[in-house]
T-cell receptor, first 116, second 114 residues
Framework: AQSVTQLGSHVSVSEGALVLLRCNYS??????LFWYVQYPNQGLQLLLK??????LVKGINGFEAEFKKSETSFHLTKPSAHMSDAAEYFC??????????????FGKGTKLSVKP | DSGVTQTPKHLITATGQRVTLRCSPR?????VYWYQQSLDQGLQFLIQ???????AKGNILERFSAQQFPDLHSELNLSSLELGDSALYFC?????????????FGQGTRLTVV
């Protein structure tokens, strides 16, 4: 079964510093890949997704992620952190085979703190 | 605003009781998914309905059931509630299946079982 590993349950960065949140998936067949953000007491908002094509994907709020098949990774980055980026970030995958499209398998989440 | 509406936002109930959570998908979306978010289990897929029919099942307990109605809204029924059922329950919807589409999430229903 598919699994998603997010390294680091908590990441703390200074405002203006690089944000790097790590995500690895387990499937030998590259799945669809997503990053969602959850602000306190809110639902999940899609940041970006990779389905096919260019492996560097740009999302909202200045975030981007790169799909690396050889490393089975989909790490999320942002060049310069802002205080408003403080939230919990979830990496998720979905199978391509159609049987469970939209059935997202989530990582455990990484809570990002941004220090002034 | 994702366009997915969940009610109620908060629910407090006693052990052994039964509750119903409601979800209205985005206009035009045929698929509805239910997820449970808890501190120890994280975000877990429970069940998916597509145009009124059950499409996929995840880690859903037998005490839980769901349905999708002709107007496409969905209800998640939780019965014989236990303390461990306390969690945030999310509904998500996605468009007609023409290839992959992403899911849009509601704000969730926070269930507290006391």
């Amino acid at each position: 079964a598919q699994s998603v590993t997010q390294l680091g349950s908590h990441v703390s960065v200074s405002e203006g510093a690089l944000v790097l949140l790590r995500c690895n998936y387990s499937s030998s067949v590259p799945p669809y890949l997503f990053w969602y953000v959850q602000y306190p007491n809110q639902g999940l908002q899609l940041l970006l997704k990779y389905t096919t094509g260019a492996t560097l994907v740009k999302g909202i709020n200045g975030f981007e992620a790169e799909f690396k098949k050889s490393e089975t990774s989909f790490h999320l980055t942002k060049p310069s952190a802002h205080m408003s980026d403080a939230a919990e970030y979830f990496c998720a995958v979905s199978d391509r085979d159609g049987g469970s499209q939209g059935n997202l398998i989530f990582g455990k989440g990484t809570k990002l703190s941004v220090k002034p | 605003d994702s366009g997915v509406t969940q009610t109620p936002k908060h629910l407090i109930t006693a052990t052994g009781q039964r509750v119903t959570l409601r979800c209205s998908p985005r206009s035009g979306d045929l698929s509805v998914y239910w997820y449970q978010q808890s501190l120890d289990q994280g975000l877990q897929f429970l069940i998916q309905y597509y145009n009124g029919e059950e499409r996929a099942k995840g880690n859903i307990l037998e005490r839980f059931s769901a349905q999708q109605f002709p107007d496409l809204h969905s209800e998640l029924n939780l019965s014989s509630l236990e303390l461990g059922d306390s969690a945030l329950y999310f509904c998500a919807s996605s468009a007609r299946d023409r290839g992959f589409t992403e899911a849009f999430f509601g704000q969730g229903t926070r269930l507290t079982v006391v």
